[in-house]
Structure formats: structure tokens, C-alpha cells
């Protein structure tokens, strides 16, 4: 009889291994009891939180009742998915004896969750990976065939059908996920039980609610090593403090350039590190730049209306401009929100023979919302009534939720990638400056943010002449005759280029569009000197109708754009004068840029 071997026996932890281990479900006892006490004491002072608070079961029950409608179809979709697992379980048969086969289903091009060789080396999880993209496919593809439903209701079951498919990736599950199961043999168990932590330390940062690190939030400080720019700032109210940034060039442009940046996250998102810092670019170029900092919103401020971040934005930057270099014309960007408030702005200086902005630049912002892309999907009446319903509670909007928003729409990348990484391989996030940008969130006061969604996003407003009324004023941007330079990016999921470009066929004087390789940051984000992505141009005389005609007649250029803006801007800048030192002007400095009023943070 041949002996067979005895099965390997797991390593017994030695005492040191087991003193730690004991260590840290002390630690996971303790502070899971207390996050337990403080759940117990909120929910008692709050009551009940809504099961539904997106409102979506009344939306996937009329997207079923459709579906039901007609049962042949559905029929036969559902035996068209048996036969694709039908073929995987041949396949993978033929496979397991030692057949040469090809896949039946493989990841899109760039799908970072089954990079790992597991994922196609291994039979088993090849399969799980096979099957759960066979049934997202059909799922998906079951879902955009089902008739009646109209365009909106669609968009919105396809969006949060996606969200669950997401979720339910194998690669998200510690049994599924080949890398999890090596690490939790190797460590035996520690990645797990280091994950626990990783999960109660966000619990513990969002005051009962996942706070998901995306970066070491310790790594970076702002003034320290992100927004190090030199400058002082030059003036200040209740909501923005403008700073005026320190020459590097002995001569710089006579016409100052203002950066309204969006208030939804921080300015600093343009000056990152010097190297790829476009505030610091700018200024190197000779451009005498100010930026709006605008306050993190407390309830002290739950007041302010979108009229208010005008007046006291952009309009008391002018006078403060003026003030500080004694120039009354100068040139502006809008960047995201930042540039739908400039398109208001701009036409309500219109309206008021108002001149001192000679140009425009709009960074990824849309002014016609009647194709605002998948963050649509949030604007309908239940949904917006809902967001309502949470503001009311302190009068704004926690920043942590709009950062949800905006992670959902790449959720694979910027949610279930960190559950894997902190929660299931027990690893701490890598430090990167973009995503420590990222989390660093901002409120929403409750009465600007409803009349933003409301009166852009689902009503259109801003591009119907009259249709906003602004210190009895009424808004029409097609009175916008300045000069107007407007970038896009190609793969923008917030802002998308279809939707930025319908600006050109309502501002009335001449504009130039500009599609830029990448998204809505790193689309902005682009440095000459990385080299990177690339940009389209049309230098047609008029700008036709539609994105798709004027990407017809577009020619590419590889990497950045940045040289063609100062290029069109600083022909439009004056001559050359003697380089401006903050505070040296009519206002004295107050303190060092960045300021104080970015370094308000909600949540470390």
C-alpha cells in the first residue's frame, strides 16, 4: 500500500504572534463598543434614519412592472444567459483537462479588478470571474432593452443597477478575491484582522459613518507640501478670502487674471505641487494672478444664496482687484461650479453695462444643463426633495456626501478599490496628493445648493434668456460678448464635453473651444512638461452646432493645452509692467497664502 502523504498542518501562531493578535481584538472589542454607544445615543436624539432616502423602490418597481410586460422577451433573454453559462461550463471543463480554450467573457481594456494572473491562471476564480461578467453584461444589456420607459427613468435604473453589479464584484468578497485568499493564508488572518481596524478607524473619522480612506491623510498639509505657491492674501469676507500670489518674473501682464475655482471642493486642486501647480505655471508666465478661496461653511452661514456667492465673490474680487493694482479691467477662469457662477456673473454685468472682465476662460463648466451626463441621474423631484430633507436638518449639505456623489460615478475606482485594499488586504492607503485633495471636503449651504440643482440642473435656467432673476436683474448669457476660451475634457464624467460644449452656441462673441485628453481634473491638470495626454482644436471660424461636427473638423495635438491658453490669453492681456508684490498695493497684506480659510477641514 503506498504511503500518501499527511496534509500539511497550519503553522501554530508563536507567543509573540499570538500576544499581537490578542491585542488587537482587544482593540476591535473596545472600539467597536463604543462606536456601538455612540450609534445607540444618536439614533435615540435622531429617530430612525429613512430605509429609502434615495427614494429609488417606486423606480425600480415601475422599471419591473415594464419589464413584465412583455414575459417572451424576458424569456428569452433568460435562456440566452443560460446558454452563455452553458458554454463557460464547457469551456472550463475542456480547461480543467488540460485543453487550450479561450475565454467566453473577458474585463474591458483597463479594468484594474482582475489585473492579478489568478484571475485567468487559476481555474476556479477564472471561472467566478467568467460568470460574474457574463451576468453584469446581461444584466445591463436586459435593462437598456426593456420599452416604454422614458429616457430619465432609464438612466436612472441603468446608473444604480451598475452601482449594485459593482458591489457585488467576486473581486470585493475575501473568498472570492485570489489576492485576499494569498494574503490570509500568508499572514494568517492578520490582513483581515488589520482591516477590521482600517474599517473602524473610517468609522471612528465619519462619527459613525464610513469615511473610506482613499490616501494617508497624514502624508500632506496644506500650505506645507500642497498649495505652496508664495502669496499673501490681499482681502477677505464672510465667505472667500482672495489671494494675490508673488511675481516670478520682473515684468508681468498689465491685465491681472482672477480664478473663481469651484466651491464644492478647494482651490487647491490648481496648485498642488509646483511641478504640475498651474497657479504657479501662470504666475511663471507673467500673469499677475488672485484666487478665491472660498470658506468652508459653518451654520453660521447656512443663509447664503447663489446671489451671494456672486456679490461677494466675484464682484468684491473686482473691487478688491482694483484696489490692490489700481487695474479696472482684468481677465477671469470659471472653473466647474466656479464657471457656471462666471457665466452668471458675466451676464449679469452684462445687463448692468458692467465691463471690467475683458476675457473669459471656462475650465470643464457647464452653463446649458440639458446634458449634464450620469450626476443627472441625482436631479430628479424625489431624489432632490430628499437632499432637501437632509440639508433642512442643519441648513447645509455635509461635503462628505457630495463626495460620495462624485466617487459613485467611478465607483470601481474610487470605492470598491479601497474597501479591497484597506478592509480585505488589511493595507494602508498609498499617499497621493490628488486624493487627499479629494477628501478634503466642503459644505453646501442648504438655500445656494437647492437653487443650484433646482434652477441649472433640472430646470435649465441659465440658458433660457430671462430665466434666472438675480438682484432684479434678469440673467441672459447670450448678452456675454468678451472673448471666451472654453476647455472640455474628453473622458469627463462630471462636467461631460458634449454638455460644456453647448456654451459656444449661446455666448454671442467669439469663443474658442478646446477638447482636452482625460477628465475633469487631470483634463485641467496638465502640465507642458509631463508630456502627457494631448488636445484638439478647430480653428474654423464658427463653431458648429454640435460637439460631434466640430470633432469632425478638429486636428489633435499631443500634450498640453496650457501653451495654446497663454497663447490666446496674453494677446489680450495689455503691454508689460513692472512686476505687482502682494500687499505692496492698495491693500496690505494679511496673512500668507494659502490663507486660513482653506485650511478648515471637516474630517482628517
Not at 476675457?359 to 457647464?366: E, S
Not at 449634464?372 to 430633507?389: M, T
Request: charged content about 20%; aromatic content about 10%; some cysteine.
Amino acid at each position: 500500500m503506498t504511503d500518501r502523504p499527511s496534509p500539511e498542518v497550519p503553522p501554530v501562531l508563536s507567543a509573540a504572534e499570538a500576544e499581537k493578535m490578542q491585542a488587537a481584538f482587544t482593540d476591535i472589542a473596545e472600539r467597536s463598543q463604543k462606536l456601538l454607544a455612540e450609534f445607540a445615543e444618536r439614533y435615540k436624539a435622531e429617530g430612525p434614519q429613512p430605509v429609502d432616502p434615495l427614494k429609488l423602490t417606486q423606480t425600480f418597481t415601475d422599471f419591473t412592472a415594464r419589464m413584465l410586460a412583455d414575459p417572451n422577451r424576458l424569456l428569452q433573454a433568460q435562456m440566452e444567459l443560460w446558454g452563455q453559462y452553458m458554454k463557460l461550463w464547457q469551456v472550463t471543463a475542456q480547461r480543467m483537462m488540460g485543453q487550450k480554450v479561450d475565454p467566453v467573457a473577458e474585463p474591458a481594456k483597463g479594468d484594474k479588478r482582475f489585473a492579478d494572473p489568478a484571475w485567468r491562471d487559476e481555474v476556479v476564480f477564472d471561472y467566478l470571474k467568467q460568470s460574474y461578467l457574463l451576468t453584469a453584461r446581461w444584466l445591463q444589456g436586459t435593462i437598456k432593452e426593456v420599452e416604454g420607459v422614458d429616457d430619465k427613468t432609464a438612466q436612472k435604473v441603468e446608473f444604480y443597477t451598475r452601482q449594485f453589479i459593482d458591489a457585488m464584484s467576486p473581486s470585493n468578497f475575501a473568498m472570492t478575491n485570489p489576492q485576499v485568499v494569498k494574503a490570509t493564508i500568508e499572514s494568517r488572518g492578520e490582513n483581515l484582522v488589520k482591516g477590521l481596524q482600517n474599517l473602524l478607524t473610517d468609522l471612528e473619522r465619519g462619527k459613525g459613518n464610513l469615511a473610506i480612506r482613499q490616501t494617508d491623510m497624514n502624508a500632506f498639509k496644506v500650505g506645507s507640501n500642497v498649495a505652496t505657491s508664495p502669496g499673501k492674501v490681499v482681502y477677505q469676507n464672510e465667505l472667500m478670502q482672495l489671494i494675490q500670489y508673488a511675481p516670478a518674473t520682473e515684468q508681468v501682464w498689465q491685465m491681472p487674471l482672477l480664478i473663481v475655482p469651484p466651491w464644492i471642493n478647494k482651490f487647491y486642486i490648481l496648485d498642488l505641487k509646483p511641478q504640475n501647480s498651474f497657479i504657479r505655471w501662470a504666475v511663471e508666465h507673467g500673469y499677475t494672478v488672485f484666487v478665491i478661496s472660498w470658506v468652508n461653511p459653518g451654520e453660521d452661514l447656512i443663509h447664503l444664496s447663489f446671489e451671494d456667492y456672486m456679490k461677494r465673490g466675484p464682484l468684491a474680487a473686482l473691487d478688491a482687484i482694483e484696489k490692490a493694482t489700481g487695474e479696472k479691467k482684468v481677465s477671469a477662469i470659471g472653473y466647474c461650479i466656479g464657471g457656471t457662477l462666471m457665466a452668471t456673473t458675466l451676464a449679469y454685468m452684462a445687463a448692468r453695462g458692467d465691463d471690467r472682465i475683458a476675457a473669459c476662460t471656462f475650465f470643464t463648466a457647464q452653463v446649458d444643463f440639458t446634458e449634464p451626463g450620469e450626476l443627472g441621474v441625482f436631479i430628479d423631484e424625489d431624489q432632490l426633495a430628499g437632499v432637501e430633507q437632509v440639508m433642512s436638518k442643519k441648513g447645509y449639505l455635509e461635503g462628505t456626501e457630495m463626495a460620495t456623489t462624485f466617487n459613485m460615478l467611478r465607483a470601481n475606482d474610487l470605492i470598491w478599490s479601497f474597501v479591497v485594499n484597506n478592509y480585505l488586504m488589511g493595507k494602508d492607503p498609498f499617499p497621493f496628493d490628488l486624493l487627499f485633495w479629494n477628501a478634503d471636503a466642503t459644505r453646501m449651504p442648504a438655500a445656494m445648493h437647492s437653487y443650484y440643482l433646482r434652477n441649472m440642473y433640472q430646470k435649465n435656467l441659465l440658458a433660457k434668456p430671462g430665466g434666472l432673476v438675480i438682484d432684479n436683474v434678469p440673467i441672459d448669457v447670450r448678452k456675454i460678448a468678451i472673448p471666451v476660451y472654453l476647455q472640455a475634457g474628453k473622458d469627463d464624467h462630471i462636467a461631460p464635453a458634449k454638455s460644456v460644449y453647448k456654451a459656444t452656441q449661446l455666448f454671442s462673441g467669439p469663443v474658442r473651444f478646446m477638447l482636452a485628453g482625460s477628465g475633469h481634473i487631470a483634463g485641467v491638470v496638465n502640465p507642458p512638461a509631463a508630456k502627457k495626454y494631448q488636445h484638439w482644436l478647430n480653428e474654423t471660424a464658427k463653431n458648429p452646432p454640435t460637439l460631434d461636427e466640430w470633432r469632425a473638423g478638429a486636428t489633435e495635438f499631443p500634450g498640453s493645452w496650457w501653451n495654446d491658453w497663454d497663447k490666446w490669453l496674453s494677446a489680450k492681456s495689455g503691454a508689460k509692467v513692472p512686476a505687482r508684490v502682494p500687499g505692496s498695493g492698495g491693500l496690505p497684506a494679511i496673512e500668507d497664502a494659502p490663507g486660513s480659510y482653506v485650511k478648515v477641514r471637516l474630517i482628517d
